[in-house]
């Protein structure tokens, strides 16, 4: 759990910003609530979103993979081979970690830039993998760890629906995942989505009004 002590970041604008990881298990619901937060005017940023943007093609990272794991990484129009890397990596602990040395440094710094610009209130930083082994080091980023909850069950019947795969898929994915107790054990505050969106959408904007008095706006 971060603890919030009112050392808020401070964009080049020099005004001061409150940062709010926003993380959660598969199917908890965590681009409902990014949505929402998009639609009041909060600045979101995606981690994952920006783990595509550093590896484009003829970018300085993708140039490093390619030097680290050879041409085999780079598909006919230039650009990463994503099924081909996550093939190689995917029963290799010790790829996997070569991978994360190279994109991770590329996504925080690149997270820090648009932090740096923000014209918001306060920010979400969307991360679904935020407070296993810190991704990117992007918690490190952040005020405040906002978790959405939901029960595993409904976890599972919703990204089953949304990505078509089958449960059992799901459920390995989510054991690959921080735990949903040692999760909520980390979160400064968490909002329950296991209701209808209506309720979703309630919590929320206690949130955001939350936020806002945090980032001094009355």
């Known amino acids: 759990m971060k603890s919030f002590m009112g050392q808020l970041s401070v964009n080049q604008g020099g005004v001061a910003m409150l940062v709010v990881g926003l993380t959660g298990g598969i199917g908890s619901g965590k681009s409902q609530v990014s949505r929402w937060f998009a639609e009041h005017g909060i600045v979101i940023i995606d981690a994952d979103v920006l783990a595509r943007e550093v590896v484009g093609k003829g970018s300085p990272t993708l140039k490093k993979i ?3 794991f050879g041409d085999w990484v780079i598909d006919e129009a230039g650009e990463l081979n994503r099924r081909a890397m996550r093939e ?3 029963g290799s602990a010790q790829a996997l970690m ?17 932090l740096a610009t923000a014209q918001s209130p306060y920010v979400i930083l969307v991360a679904p993998l935020l407070l296993e082994a810190s991704e990117a080091g992007l918690a490190n980023l952040c005020d405040r760890i906002l978790v959405v909850d939901s029960h595993e069950s ?9 990505d078509g795969q089958t449960p059992e898929r799901i459920q390995n994915i989510m054991a690959n995942q921080l735990s949903r107790h040692d999760r909520l054990r ?11 969106l209506d309720d979703l ?12 008095a945090m980032a001094g706006v009355n």
């Open 88 to 90: 190689h990596v995917f």
């Open 154 to 162: 409904l976890q599972i019947e919703r990204a089953s629906q949304r």
């Open 66 to 68: 390619v030097a680290k």
């Open 98 to 114: 070569d991978l994360e040395q190279i994109t991770h440094p590329a996504i925080r710094s690149r997270a820090k830039e648009l």
């Open 201 to 212: 959408y309630l919590k929320l904007e206690q949130l955001h009004q939350k936020y806002l």
């Open 186 to 196: 980390q979160a400064d505050d968490i909002v329950d989505n296991n209701g209808s």
